[in-house]
Structures are given as C-alpha cells and as structure tokens.
C-alpha cells in the first residue's frame, strides 16, 4: 500500500501564500505539495493515494473540475494516471527506481495535477521507495588467482567485489567463501562504507604437491529475503612472483564536462610492480563495471588512459564510479576506484508546454482572467536550467510565475474584439547561462463576440424628397446602420419607431423593410393634404439583451401641377339654372365709361403651390376684342377705349386662368356685360332672353305630359280587355262599365335661389342680380293655374331706381305692377331677379 504523506507549512510558507494571492489575479495555485511513498516495481493500476479526497475534491466535483495529469519536460513520462470515476491515483507503468535514478540516493517523480472550472494546479510528488529486486552481480563468471608457492601464509589478495543496483540496506553485500584449510576470507572496509573481499593465505602452499584451488565467494545482499550471487575463485599455485603491482592513489577523481567530444581523455590510473621483468610488466582493465559505463568510457590496457567512447550528458547521470585494476605478469593484482563528476553545461533549451488554452475568450473577460497555464522546463542545473518567461507582441496580455516551473498567461486589460478579433503573442523562454539559450512557442488567443456595440447610423437624420402623386409602394429613402459586433449581435433589423408619418386610427404613411432598411411608401401622397412629415427609425441588432439606435427621417413631399386653377368671380351657373334659363350674373358698364374703368376682377385660386400656383389672365374671347382687357397678374378686366354708341349693348368676355406648371393647367371664366347707363336700360335685354327661356321650357314640359297621357290611355285599354275576359269567364253577369278618371295635374311654382358663394375675402365686393328660373305653365294642366303675379318688366326696370340701394330685407323685386298697362300680360314672364353691382373705388352705379 502506498504510504502518503503531506507537506505542512510554517510560519514563512504563510507568508509565501500571502504574496502569491496578492501576484495572481485569477484563481489560486496550490502552495503546498502532496507527498505520496510508494514502493517500486508495483504494477499497473495500483493504488497510489487518494488525490481528490486530498485535494479536497468531492465525488460531484469531479467530472466539471475534470481531474488530470500535467507532466511536463523531455523526462517527465507519464508514469501515473487519475481515475476519472473516483479520483485517485494509480500507477500507469511499472516504476524501476534503479532505471529511473540509478544510485541517487533518493528518488522521486514530480509532477502537477490541473483542474479546470476554475483553473488550478497543484504538485504532487511520489517518492520510489527501493525494494530488494536486485542480485549482487560479479563482472566475472570466474576470478583467476596465481600465488607463488613461496608466498608467506598471512598474505592478502584483494577480490572483485560485486555489484548490487539497490540502495541502503538492500545493497549492503556481506561475503562468505567455501571452507578450505589453505584460505580464509577477510573484508576491508572501503570509503563510501563498501566492503572489500580478500582472500587470506593461511598455511603455506607447495605446488608439488597441490597446483590449483576452486573457491566459491557468494555475495549476499542485505535485504529481506536476502539476495545472493557467487562467483568461482580459481587459484594456480607459480613459481616466485613476490611483488604485487601496487596503484600510485586507491581512488582518482576527475571533473569533465558534459558533451565532451568522443575520443577525449578523461583521466589515467598508474600501477608500478617491483619485479623485473614479466612479473614486472602491468596491465589494465575495469573491474566489475556496469554496462552504461563500458558504453561511455575504454581503459588503455597498457598505459592506464581512460577516454570517452560516447557521449556524456549531466541531464542523465551527474557522477560515474568504477574500479580499475591492475595485474602483473605474474598475476598479481591490485585494484582502485574511479570517480568521474561531470559538469553542466548549458546544452539544453527550455522546453515550454502548454497546458491549457482558453480559446477563445469572451471579449468581456475581466482583467486578470486567466487565459493560458504553461509549464517550463530546463534540464540543465544551476543557473542554466534557471528560467525566466516573457510576452512577446502587441496584446493586452501578462504572464505571471507560479509555483514548480508554471506561469500564467492573463489578461492585462480589456479585449475589444472589433479591434482585434485574435492576439498573437510569443512567450519567450531564456535561461541564464552563458551563453543564454531560449526558446518560444506562439499563442494565439481567439476573441469571441459580446454585443456591446449598437447600431451606428450613417446619418443621425435624413432627408427625403418625395414628389406627389407617388405610387404606392415606392422607393422613398434608404437608410443604413453598421453594428460592428458579429454575427446575430451584428445582423441589424429596422422597425418604425414613431414620428407623425401616421396618425392614430390611420394607415402610416411608409414602411421600413426589416432587413434592407428601404423605406417605401403605403400609398399616394399629396402635397395639398401633407407637405412634409417626419418619422423616427429603428435600428436592432440580434444580439442578447439586444442594442438599438434611432434615426430621424424628415420627408418632404414635392407639389406637381395637379390642380387647375378655380375661379371664384364670376362664378359659373349651376346645372339647374342653366337649364331653366336663368340668366347669368352680369356686369352693367355705362356707356360714359372711359378707358381704364374697372369692369370686374376675376378671381382665381390654385391648391398648388410655387410656380405651379402663379396665376397669369388673358381674355380669349370677346364680342368686341378691342374694347376690353385684362390685366395679365391682377385679373383686372378694363375697358381698352372708351365705349361708344355703335358698341353692342350685351358684350360677352371669356378669360383664360393659367398656372405655370409644365405642363400649364387652366380654367376659364365667362363674364357678362351690360352697356347701359343704369340698370333698367339692361333689363329689357334680359327679359327677352329669359321669356326664350320660359316657352322653351313649357313646350318640353308639354311634350312630357302628352306622352304621360298616352301610357294613361294604353294601360287603361289593356285593364278593360282583362276584365272583360275575366268577366265572360266567371258568368257573373253583365260586363262592368270602367270608367277611368284621371287625376288632377297641379303644377307648383315657387321661388328659386342661387347659393351664395362665400369662400375667401376678396379685395372687391359684388351685388349679383340673377333670374329664378322660369317655370312654364302646361297647356294641359287641370285645373288652371291662377294667374300670374304681375311682375317688372326690364324696360319698366330700367325706368325706375336703380339697386345700388336695395332694400333692406330683400333684394328681390316682386309683385310691383307694370309701368305699361298696354303690355299683354302672356308676355310677361314669370321672373324674379336680383341685381348686382360692383362697388368700386371712386365709381357709382
């Protein structure tokens, strides 16, 4: 089971903790470190501790705050994994401490454990605790010895000691050897508290007699169970070869640096042996050497040079220790240590991992929101592998140091994404050897849209011109708003927000296309009813909670001529008075008058408006064409000359009225004149014209009557037939006699009235005389009418006063008895009148 233990903090790691919630902006990392003891070689899957139980973590938590491994760096392997179900961690490939450290005399892996929502890491480090899976190995399967028979018992031959690759009481190696009379065994305590095997003579040898011994030395190892390894221990018994070859130092010491080229020397071990010749001559070799080190280094048999035969590297091992050994020529050996400490040189760039990425981040993130957690590494020692980080590039961005070699990347300031919708940035590793080494790696940290723009209108008011008479549906105006968001919290709709383009119970005026922001109009416009009108446009984004903006839009609407003008003096005759033979109003001019002398004004209007109202006069028609104008701007008529006798005494004037629209449009007005000195010099005129009138009437109305007779008549017949039939059919006796009485026909006169025309004010003022229309008496009417009223004739008009002093309740002249008793009564018709004058500056009637 592995054993966990947890790192507490004193006094000073308060204070550390203080500092760091003051540096980070955003979230907390992890002061202390989790200390998990495990023992090596455990399989796949153990147990290692529970880290979310420890971490404070509870089962809930675990899949937001999603739990996992962040290792980091070239020998940082993925040795451990986290449960996603329960957090705890297990082992995810076997651990062998002695391929891990090697002869460190502790072991441990580090490494950092990230949770996100909200992001934190924290570190963890689980030390390899060793175990006895190693047996003590000898280099040689056999030891070969050669010892003169003239060799004194007490004499010492040092052994090859074996190798154990555990650690404390697990490599701690005792000896023993098989019992032979001849030879013991001795240890020798060595630095660094090995022990050195030697074998002792314990009674002289005799060669004749015994030439050679196999021994057997087992190694066995102090850990429970004990492991154990031998080796064969061959003796020759020689001739004399009394003077072993002895090393000038028991250990040498050397320092290289790492990344020596292959080939160099490193160092060199020197034996001298007092015997001459043969027994003199000394070689070496390595005695008991591992592997890795045969791999890295070559011994020169004959003059003790030890070189490199392949590349060292600190990052892999820091300190290699090996014996060397050395044999005469008669076979005796002496034995010494070799250690070899290899300096750092800053041959390692930093490694920067990233661990996580928060991509993209909205552009409303507050300062200090953490955006990217990194980890970096430098294998190197010392100040090489001392690290320090930056941001390169234009981006409100920081990078702040954390805890175990991790920095933060937060935000410095705030994110517009309208103005960048990405930052890229370079975080720059430098160490600080000599020469320094860096490296980078690039960020690119991606800005997510928040609608925190409104739509901007081109124009914060527009204008319109609009002419009249548009059809419906036109294209009026179109206005444009730009939302610099991004998608939907940048797609702008339009909506009608107000203004006076439409009333209240009244279809609007225009309409705004949503999408395209076209304003068109619902209908006609005209500009009599509305010269202009303003409204006010909305412009909406699609984003949540959504942004708008408004625009003012003024529409002017342009008059066309579309309107005659009108006159309103001389009014024209109604349809009935016309058609009764009333007589038109008229003007009575004397026959004294001068030229110059105002007849009439004819007054004219025009709904339009600008050069589309300007009015302009001109007399088209005229019975006497030179004896009247008119003026061409005022709508004065005038006399031209003065009138004469030879002058007819009715004159008939047409004038035109003419806008000056293109095209122009016009209206005329028809004015009667009477030359006469006073009013009843006019009037017989005028009663010839109405008695016209009048007979022309009473024979239509004559005319209808007999036909109404005739259907009477044809009806009647057609009833007597159907009762006669009717009767014979039913034998009810003698036919019926029908009689058919025809009802009495009464023709009802009365006075007629022309409607007063009071529109405007008008600079002159007019006393109109007209005729009420004649009503013509039918020669078939029963019973009779009564006689007619007697009533002035125009003669007996003219002969009397004239009406520039009407009376004051009437203007209408009836029932007055005839100036000429002599006169037949038939003659006479029917008529009222009512007379007008002029009232003009400085004239009378």
Same mark, same amino acid.
């Given at each position: 089971?592995?054993?966990?233990?947890?790192?507490?903090?004193?006094?000073?790691?308060?204070?550390? #903790?203080?500092?760091?919630?003051?540096?980070?902006?955003?979230?907390?990392a992890a002061a202390e470190r989790l200390r998990y003891a495990i023992p090596e070689e455990l399989g796949r899957g153990s147990l290692v501790g529970p880290l979310a139980r420890d971490l404070g973590l509870s089962a809930d938590e675990l899949?937001?705050?999603?739990?996992?491994?962040?290792?980091?760096?070239?020998?940082?392997?993925?040795?451990?994994?986290?449960?996603?179900?329960?957090?705890?961690?297990?082992?995810?490939?076997?651990?062998?401490?002695?391929?891990?450290?090697?002869?460190?005399?502790?072991?441990?892996?580090?490494?950092?454990?990230?949770?996100?929502?909200?992001?934190?890491?924290?570190?963890?480090?689980?030390?390899?605790?060793?175990?006895?899976?190693?047996?003590?190995?000898?280099?040689?399967?056999?030891?070969?010895?050669?010892?003169?028979?003239?060799?004194?018992?007490? %004499?010492?031959?040092?052994?090859?000691?074996?190798?154990?690759?555990?650690?404390?009481?697990?490599?701690?190696?005792?000896?023993?050897?098989?019992?032979?009379?001849?030879?013991?065994?001795?240890?020798?305590?060595?630095?660094?508290?090995?022990?050195?095997?030697? #074998?002792?003579?314990?009674?002289?040898?005799?060669?004749?007699?015994?030439?050679?011994?196999?021994?057997? #030395?087992?190694?066995?190892?102090?850990?429970?169970? &004990?492991?154990?390894?031998?080796?064969?221990?061959?003796?020759?018994?020689?001739?004399?070869?009394?003077?072993?070859?002895?090393?000038?130092?028991?250990?040498?010491?050397?320092?290289?640096?790492?990344?020596?080229?292959?080939?160099?020397?490193?160092? !060199?071990?020197?034996?001298?042996?007092?015997?001459?010749?043969?027994?003199?001559?000394?070689?070496?070799?390595?005695?008991?050497?591992?592997?890795?080190?045969?791999?890295?280094?070559?011994?020169?048999?004959?003059?003790?040079?030890?070189?490199?035969?392949?590349?060292?590297?600190?990052?892999?091992?820091?300190?290699?220790?090996?014996?060397?050994?050395?044999?005469?020529?008669?076979?005796?050996?002496?034995?010494?240590?070799?250690?070899?400490?290899?300096?750092?040189?800053?041959?390692?760039?930093?490694?920067?991992?990233?661990?996580?990425?928060?991509?993209?981040?909205?552009?409303?993130?507050? @300062?200090?929101?953490?955006?990217?957690?990194?980890?970096?590494?430098?294998?190197?020692?010392?100040?090489?592998?001392?690290?320090?980080?930056?941001?390169?590039?234009?981006?409100?961005?920081?990078?702040? %140091?954390?805890?175990?070699?991790?920095?933060? @990347?937060?935000?410095?300031?705030?994110?517009?994404?309208?103005?960048?919708s990405e930052h890229r940035v370079t975080v720059v590793a430098r160490d600080r050897g000599r020469p320094a080494l860096w490296s980078s790696t690039e960020l690119v940290l991606e800005v997510s849209d928040v609608n925190d723009n409104a739509?901007?209108?081109?124009?914060?008011?527009?204008?319109?011109?609009?002419?009249?008479?548009?059809?419906?549906?036109?294209?009026?105006?179109?206005?444009? /708003?730009?939302?610099?968001?991004?998608?939907?919290?940048?797609?702008?709709?339009?909506?009608?927000?107000?203004?006076?383009?439409?009333?209240?119970?009244?279809?609007?005026?225009?309409?705004?296309?949503?999408?395209?922001?076209?304003?068109?109009?619902?209908?006609?416009?005209?500009?009599?009813?509305?010269?202009?009108?303003?409204?006010?446009?909305?412009? *909406?984004?699609?984003?949540?909670?959504?942004?708008?903006?408004?625009?003012?839009? !003024?529409?002017?609407?342009?008059?066309?001529?579309?309107?005659?003008?009108?006159?309103?003096?001389?009014?024209?005759?109604?349809?009935?008075?016309?058609?009764?033979? /009333?007589?038109?109003?008229?003007?009575?001019?004397?026959?004294?008058?001068?030229?110059?002398?105002?007849?009439?004004?004819?007054? %004219?209007?025009?709904?339009?408006?600008? !050069?589309?109202?300007?009015?302009?006069?001109?007399?088209?028609?005229?019975?006497?064409?030179?004896?009247?104008?008119?003026?061409?701007?005022?709508?004065?008529?005038?006399?031209?000359?003065?009138?004469?006798?030879?002058?007819?005494?009715?004159?008939?004037?047409?004038?035109?009225?003419?806008?000056?629209?293109?095209?122009?449009?016009?209206?005329?007005?028809?004015?009667?004149?009477?030359?006469?000195?006073?009013?009843?010099?006019?009037?017989?005129?005028?009663?010839?014209?109405?008695?016209?009138?009048? +007979?022309?009437? +009473?024979? &239509?109305?004559? *005319?209808?009557?007999?036909?109404?007779?005739?259907?009477?008549?044809?009806?009647?017949?057609?009833?007597?037939?159907?009762?006669?039939?009717?009767?014979?059919?039913?034998?009810?006796?003698?036919?019926?006699?029908?009689?058919?009485?025809?009802?009495?026909?009464?023709?009802? +006169?009365? &006075?007629?009235?022309?409607?007063?025309?009071?529109?405007?004010?008008?600079?002159?003022?007019?006393?109109?005389?007209? +005729?009420?229309?004649?009503?013509?008496?039918?020669?078939?009417?029963?019973?009779?009418?009564?006689?007619?009223?007697?009533?002035?004739?125009?003669?007996?008009?003219?002969?009397?006063?004239?009406?520039?002093?009407?009376?004051?309740?009437?203007?209408?002249?009836?029932?007055?008895?005839?100036?000429?008793?002599?006169?037949?009564?038939?003659?006479?018709?029917?008529?009222?009148? !009512?007379?007008?004058?002029?009232?003009?500056?400085?004239?009378?009637?």
């Open positions: 089971m592995a054993v966990r233990r947890r790192q507490r903090r004193g006094p000073g790691g308060g204070r550390a #903790l203080l500092a760091a919630v003051l540096l980070c902006v955003w979230g907390r899949p937001a705050r999603k739990l996992q491994v962040a290792s980091a760096g070239k020998k940082q392997l993925q040795y451990f994994t986290v449960s996603e179900e329960n957090g705890n961690l297990y082992v995810n490939e076997r651990l062998d401490r002695e391929e891990m450290c090697g002869a460190s005399p502790t072991c441990s892996v580090s490494f950092e454990v990230m949770v996100k929502n909200p992001l934190n890491v924290f570190h963890v480090e689980v030390s390899i605790e060793d175990v006895n899976d190693n047996t003590p190995v000898f280099s040689n399967a056999a030891l070969d010895l050669e010892i003169g028979e003239w060799t004194l018992p007490g %004499a010492r031959f040092p052994l090859e000691m074996a190798r154990d690759a555990d650690l404390g009481s697990n490599s701690l190696l005792t000896y023993q050897l098989t019992s032979d009379p001849s030879f013991s065994l001795s240890v020798k305590d060595k630095p660094g508290g090995k022990k050195q095997p030697e #074998l002792v003579l314990e009674r002289a040898l005799d060669r004749e007699k015994l030439s050679s011994f196999e021994l057997v #030395l087992t190694a066995v190892d102090g850990g429970d169970p &004990a492991r154990s390894g031998t080796v064969l221990v061959r003796i020759n018994v020689t001739d004399a070869n009394d003077n072993p070859p002895v090393f000038s130092k028991s250990v040498y010491e050397a320092r290289v640096a790492e990344n020596l080229p292959v080939g160099s020397s490193v160092l !060199r071990v020197q034996a001298t042996d007092a015997d001459l010749g043969s027994n003199g001559r000394v070689s070496y070799s390595f005695s008991n050497v591992p592997e890795e080190v045969l791999s890295l280094f070559s011994i020169e048999s004959e003059s003790g040079e030890i070189r490199t035969v392949g590349p060292l590297d600190f990052e892999e091992e820091k300190k290699y220790v090996f014996g060397v050994e050395t044999t005469d020529g008669g076979g005796l050996t002496d034995h010494c240590e070799v250690q070899i400490d290899i300096t750092d040189e800053n041959d390692n760039t930093p490694e920067i991992t990233i661990l996580s990425l928060s991509s993209p981040v909205p552009e409303d993130a507050p @300062v200090g929101t953490v955006v990217a957690l990194l980890n970096v590494n430098d294998p190197d020692s010392g100040e090489n592998g001392q690290v320090s980080c930056e941001l390169s590039g234009e981006a409100p961005l920081s990078i702040v %140091a954390s805890s175990g070699g991790s920095y933060k @990347v937060v935000t410095a300031g705030a994110l517009d994404r309208e103005q960048a739509p901007v209108f081109e124009e914060a008011a527009y204008s319109a011109y609009v002419a009249e008479n548009n059809a419906a549906g036109a294209l009026v105006l179109r206005v444009q /708003a730009r939302d610099a968001d991004a998608g939907a919290n940048g797609r702008v709709s339009y909506w009608l927000a107000g203004g006076s383009a439409g009333a209240a119970g009244a279809a609007p005026l225009v309409s705004v296309e949503a999408r395209s922001g076209a304003l068109y109009a619902q209908r006609s416009l005209d500009y009599e009813q509305c010269r202009e009108f303003t409204l006010a446009v909305r412009a *909406q984004d699609g984003g949540s909670p959504a942004r708008s903006s408004t625009a003012t839009v !003024r529409v002017f609407v342009l008059d066309r001529n579309d309107n005659a003008p009108r006159v309103l003096w001389p009014a024209a005759a109604a349809a009935g008075e016309a058609a009764a033979g /009333a007589p038109p109003p008229f003007e009575v001019v004397p026959r004294s008058a001068e030229a110059g002398y105002l007849v009439a004004k004819v007054v %004219a209007v025009d709904a339009d408006a600008g !050069r589309n109202a300007w009015l302009s006069y001109e007399l088209v028609q005229a019975s006497e064409p030179a004896l009247f104008r008119v003026g061409l701007h005022s709508g004065e008529v005038r006399t031209a000359r003065a009138v004469s006798e030879r002058d007819a005494a009715k004159q008939r004037l047409v004038a035109v009225v003419k806008d000056h629209g293109q095209p122009a449009l016009s209206a005329t007005a028809t004015l009667h004149v009477v030359l006469a000195e006073s009013l009843q010099e006019a009037l017989p005129e005028l009663s010839e014209r109405a008695a016209g009138a009048e +007979a022309a009437a +009473a024979a &239509a109305e004559l *005319q209808f009557y007999l036909v109404l007779a005739l259907a009477l008549l044809s009806a009647l017949l057609v009833l007597s037939v159907a009762l006669a039939v009717l009767a014979r059919l039913r034998r009810a006796g003698p036919p019926a006699v029908l009689r058919c009485l025809g009802a009495q026909r009464f023709s009802v +006169a009365g &006075a007629a009235f022309p409607a007063d025309f009071c529109e405007g004010t008008l600079p002159y003022s007019y006393n109109l005389c007209v +005729a009420a229309p004649a009503r013509a008496v039918p020669e078939a009417a029963w019973p009779p009418p009564p006689p007619p009223v007697p009533v002035l004739s125009a003669e007996e008009l003219l002969g009397g006063d004239s009406c520039e002093k009407p009376s004051p309740s009437s203007n209408l002249l009836v029932g007055e008895p005839p100036a000429n008793p002599d006169a037949p009564q038939q003659a006479q018709p029917n008529t009222d009148w !009512r007379f007008s004058q002029t009232q003009r500056p400085g004239t009378s009637g």
